[in-house]
């Protein structure tokens, strides 16, 4: 058994679409699975595709082999995060166990080896960033923190639908807050030459895991962790044909965008009446 590193990229360009060296790319995650020293890259990749498609029933079946707790832990972050299944046009980067590394794209046949993407928006999420936010039995925290004289820390992780248009998946160390920090969506203004962007409020909250970890008496609560953010609105945009019908996005007044006022060209020679 040796550590492999898996890390997973979708295609923001072209999903379902062999993957070309003009597309964007988003890290999806990382981890390290435990496989055989003489695993190859296809076949670490191959095993990632079926961890990550299969349904959870039937993960450890006689096809794909026993699963590991860390491989494990990745699929459940995989999912509580919500990131779409793997397909056609989406690259895997697999590290072996001396640290070199293959990149590989999904095609529909099989994995094809690519030289490494320069178009990558966002690094892939670590599974260690969420490990502490899901790790422990509940019994055993409570035993834990009645031995220690300590106090209970509440550690969730939440889907905020902010006002800014973002959905943010944050893991915390307390309740959901608020307002929060996300993007520069809302406008903002200029303190002492800085700028400083509006907060978004939220607006609906999802509670995707929660449990309860022992802390020292008074200890600090840790800063909350963005793990993923995507749009809760479509983009705005312009028809490239200048035809009718442009899309201002949902929340037009709230995320910035353009409103869309219809005008009443008139071509020269018309009468304005
Ligand atoms: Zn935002």
Redesign the pocket.
């Given at each position: 058994m040796s550590s492999h590193r898996i890390s997973l990229y979708h295609n923001l360009t072209s999903p379902f679409v062999p993957y070309s060296d003009s597309d964007w790319l988003t890290g999806a995650i990382t981890f390290r699975p435990l496989l055989s020293a003489h695993t190859s890259p296809d076949a670490a990749a191959d095993w990632a595709f079926n961890a990550f498609n299969t349904d959870r029933l039937h993960l450890a079946s006689p096809h794909t082999g026993p699963v590991d707790a860390e491989s494990l832990l990745a699929i459940k972050v995989y999912r509580l995060v919500r990131l779409p299944s793997l397909a056609v046009g989406d690259v895997a980067a697999v590290a072996g166990p001396v640290g070199e590394i293959n990149w590989l794209a999904c095609d529909l046949d099989g994995w094809r080896p690519i030289t490494r993407p320069h178009r990558i928006d966002g690094e892939p999420l670590d599974v260690d960033v969420v490990r502490p936010f899901l790790r422990g039995r509940l019994s055993a925290d409570l035993e834990a923190a009645g031995e220690a004289g300590g106090e209970m820390h509440r550690l969730c992780v939440f889907e905020l639908f902010?006002s800014?248009?973002?959905i943010a998946t944050v893991a915390r160390d307390g309740w959901y807050p608020v307002s929060v920090a996300?993007?520069d969506?809302l406008g903002g203004i200029v303190s002492r030459g800085d700028y400083i962007p509006f907060a978004?409020e939220v607006e609906g909250i999802n509670l995707l895991s929660e449990r309860y970890g022992p802390r020292p008496g008074g200890a600090r609560r840790k800063p909350g962790v963005l793990l993923r953010?995507r749009p809760r609105t479509d983009d705005p945009y312009t028809r490239a044909d200048g035809g009718a019908c442009p899309s201002a996005g949902r929340f037009p007044a709230r995320v910035g965008a353009p409103r869309y006022i219809p005008v009443r060209l008139i071509a020269e020679g018309d009468s304005a009446s």
């Open positions: 902010l800014c248009g973002h996300c993007c969506r978004s953010r």
